[in-house]
């Protein structure tokens, strides 16, 4: 079983940046891909940022050269940082695992930005 624990939402101005933080406990294989989703009011949930263990990166095109994503291996902790955020990145943002065929999500924490 594996916990993700995520922090770092909340409100700001359109412009403004977050942080956001997840922590990952539990059963995690050394290989294993961690990232961001996130879900607006009405709409699908997307994939925001995600990267591998090894350190491939996949955004969204709607954030690439805005958001930011790192992790810290041997903390398994992975970040998202978001600058220049716009009204339409307000949404739900989940941690995502994927580990040895399995998928785990955080609880999502709220980002919303203001215009």
């Known amino acids: 079983q594996v916990q993700l624990v995520e922090s770092g939402g909340g409100s700001v101005q359109a412009g403004g940046s977050l942080r956001l933080s997840c922590a990952a406990s539990g059963n995690i294989f050394r290989i294993n891909t961690m990232g961001w989703y996130r879900q607006a009011p009405g709409k699908q949930r997307e994939l925001v940022a995600v990267?591998?263990?090894?350190?491939?990166?996949n955004y969204v095109d709607s954030v690439k050269g805005r958001f930011t994503i790192s992790r810290d291996n041997a903390k398994n902790t992975a970040y998202l940082q978001m600058n220049s955020l716009k009204p339409e990145d307000t949404a739900v943002y989940y941690c995502?695992?994927?580990?040895?065929?399995?998928?785990?999500w955080g609880q999502g924490t709220q980002v919303t930005v203001s215009s």
């Open positions: 990267m591998s263990s090894g350190g491939i990166i």
């Open positions: 995502n695992l994927k580990n040895v065929g399995n998928t785990y």
